[in-house]
């Protein structure tokens, strides 16, 4: 008799462990995931590839023939951004993240605003010197580098904002049927750069 009631509950505790241990294990993988896609190391990840695929928009001449590959692209990096800054408001409730994403949202709009991309052409280097100059901002982030190298890399940006700038008042403002859309695009890397604050220890 002992040995069948032993053997009922070894059964029901099996049954149990198979109904009860995968709702534990699919919650601790929640949890997991949560923690490792809600650090500004992963966001600055995430926004560093959205830039690279909106610069490689205003880059590439092949962008205005094969608009559904790159906006795809664009797609899915900004799905990635959001799904992090959600988990990051959530974990910090702060919205420094979300103002920096705005932003380069903001910024990726030139490549719709613009109806003529030869003007693209008489502002190449510019861009492609801002490209770079985004990218070192975003590594020096998510790599923890020292504040000071940080405000390096941001004073750098600065400077290759105020180059398109030059390049604007000199050469765009004349050769582009749209100058406009490009003083809408150097405004909002100003507010990128004014919104950055150094951050220590909290971007862990």
Not at 12 to 33: E, M, N
Not at 89 to 118: G, P, V
Not at 134 to 150: E, I, N, W
Not at 163 to 174: D, G, I, Q
Request: include cysteine.
């Amino acid at each position: 008799m002992n040995e069948l009631i032993f053997a009922l509950l070894l059964i029901l505790s099996g049954a149990l462990f198979v109904v009860i241990f995968p709702a534990f294990f699919r919650h601790g993988a929640r949890l997991f995931h949560h923690f490792v896609t809600s650090t500004p190391k992963v966001f600055y990840k995430q926004l560093s590839a959205l830039c690279a695929d909106v610069f490689s928009c205003l880059l590439d001449p092949a962008y205005p023939e094969n608009r559904y590959l790159y906006e795809r692209r664009i797609h899915i990096q900004k799905s990635k951004c959001l799904e992090v800054l959600l988990n990051l408001k959530k974990a910090r409730n702060d919205t420094q993240y979300k103002k920096q994403f705005d932003s380069i949202m903001a910024c990726s709009q030139l490549r719709w605003r613009l109806s003529d991309y030869t003007a693209l052409q008489v502002c190449h280097l510019e861009m492609k010197s801002l490209d770079q100059a985004l990218q070192r901002v975003f590594s020096a982030m998510y790599k923890r580098t020292s504040p000071d190298l940080l405000r390096e890399s941001i004073d750098y940006l600065i400077s290759q904002i105020e180059r398109l700038e030059e390049n604007y008042h000199h050469v765009l403002t004349v050769t582009s049927k749209e100058p406009v859309v490009f003083l809408y695009f150097i405004y909002q890397l100003r507010q990128f750069c004014d919104q950055f604050e150094l951050r220590g220890s909290d971007d862990d």
